[in-house]
C-alpha cells in the first residue's frame, strides 16, 4: 500500500529506528539518503499524490511555523501495543498537527482512527523479547535525546520504495528556501 506522510525527522535515534525496521519488516527499508525512519509523525496518512499547490500550502506552513527544541526521554507504550518516546514539550508538535489538518482536513490524523493524538517518536512493539524496559535498556547511553524540529518532510512509504519527496525548513525566509523536491 502506497501513502505519503508528512513527518519531523529525528536523526538521532535514525540507527535505532532503522534497525527495528530492518528486524520486523525489511521490504520498507528506504535506500534514500534523505530518508529518515526515525521521526515524529506531523500528519498521517496524507494526500497520495499532492500538486504542486499542496506542496505550495506546505511550504507556506514550514516558513510560518518556528523550528522549536525538544527532549525524548520517556519510553512508555501505546494500548496496542506500540512503544514510543513522548516529546518534551509536545506543544508545538500537536500544533503543527492541528495546522496541517485545518490546511487539509481531507487529512484527519491517522485517518480519524484515535480521539487523542499524542506526539510520539515509535520505537517498537511490544512482544514476547520486547518490553518497554528492554527499549529503555537497548537505548542506554542515547536517552536523553536533545533534539531541534528543524525541517517539515514529505515522506512516500511503498514496499521497496520508501523516499523523502519533499523537505521544508522550518521557520525558513522564503529566499533562503531551496530544497524542496518535486515528487517523484
Given amino acids: 500500500m502506497v501513502h505519503t506522510v508528512l513527518v519531523v525527522p529525528v536523526p538521532a535515534l535514525e540507527g535505532y529506528v532503522r534497525g527495528r525496521w530492518e528486524h520486523y519488516d ?4 528506504s535506500r534514500d539518503p534523505a530518508f529518515t525512519h526515525a521521526h515524529i509523525t506531523a500528519l498521517a496518512p496524507f494526500l497520495p499524490s499532492p500538486a504542486e499547490g499542496d506542496l505550495a ?3 507556506a506552513i514550514a516558513r510560518a511555523w518556528p523550528a522549536f527544541d525538544f527532549v525524548l526521554d520517556d519510553v512508555t507504550a501505546f494500548p496496542d501495543g ?3 518516546a513522548v516529546p518534551v514539550p509536545a506543544g508545538p508538535f500537536a500544533e503543527l498537527t492541528a495546522r496541517l ?3 487539509f482536513p481531507e487529512c484527519p490524523p491517522y ?3 484515535y480521539a487523542d493524538v499524542v506526539p510520539h517518536l515509535t520505537l517498537d512493539l511490544l512482544g514476547p523479547a520486547v518490553s518497554t524496559a528492554s527499549v529503555t535498556a537497548d537505548l542506554a547511553g542515547l536517552l536523553p535525546v536533545r533534539a531541534r524540529a528543524e525541517r517539515l518532510e514529505l515522506h512516500r512509504y511503498a514496499e521497496g520504495d520508501c523516499r523523502v519527496l519533499a523537505s521544508w525548513a522550518l521557520g525558513a525566509r522564503l529566499d533562503a528556501v531551496a530544497d524542496v523536491s518535486a515528487p517523484a
Avoid at 26 to 29: G, K, R, S
Fill in 26 to 29: 525489511p521490504a520498507w527499508v
Fill in 57 to 59: 500550502r506546505l511550504a
Fill in 82 to 84: 506500540i512503544v514510543h
Fill in 101 to 103: 489538518w485545518r490546511e
Fill in 111 to 113: 485517518a480519524g482512527e
